[in-house]
């Protein structure tokens, strides 16, 4: 059973950064493709960043050029540098997880089949 615990959310005024962290584990961390989503308050869980195991990442136009999405293969970690935060930001953000080994990184909920706990994420103005 694979499990997901993230890290690193607060609260912190507009224009600052903060570091979300994932540690997997149950399974050998390097081959699987990971993301990273949030959902507001009201709102539907959206996309922001995930990675292949090949090392390709992908963004939401909403956080490209702020967010960044890496990997540590060795501790099972991927983490989420965030900077220039926006209000708009705040939200509870989710690590997730692919079951299927060596396929590009999803950029859609439906095709992560494990999730953390989530973490949230309050961006003040």
């Known amino acids: 059973q694979v499990q997901l615990v993230e890290s690193g959310g607060g609260l912190v005024q507009a224009g600052g950064s903060l570091r979300l962290s994932c540690v997997a584990s149950g399974r050998t961390f390097s081959r699987y493709a990971m993301g990273w989503f949030r959902q507001a308050p009201g709102k539907e869980r959206e996309f922001v960043s995930a990675?292949?195991?090949?090392?390709?990442?992908y963004y939401a136009d909403s956080v490209k050029g702020r967010f960044t999405i890496s990997r540590d293969n060795a501790k099972n970690t991927v983490h989420l540098q965030m900077n220039s935060l926006k209000p708009e930001d705040t939200a509870v953000y989710y690590c997730?997880?692919?079951?299927?080994?060596?396929?590009?990184?999803?950029?859609?909920?439906?095709?992560?089949?494990?999730w953390g706990q989530g973490t949230q994420v309050t961006v003040s103005s």
């Open positions: 997730a997880a692919d079951s299927r080994a060596y396929r590009g990184a999803p950029l859609v909920a439906d095709e992560y089949d494990y």
């Open positions: 990675g292949s195991w090949t090392g390709s990442t």
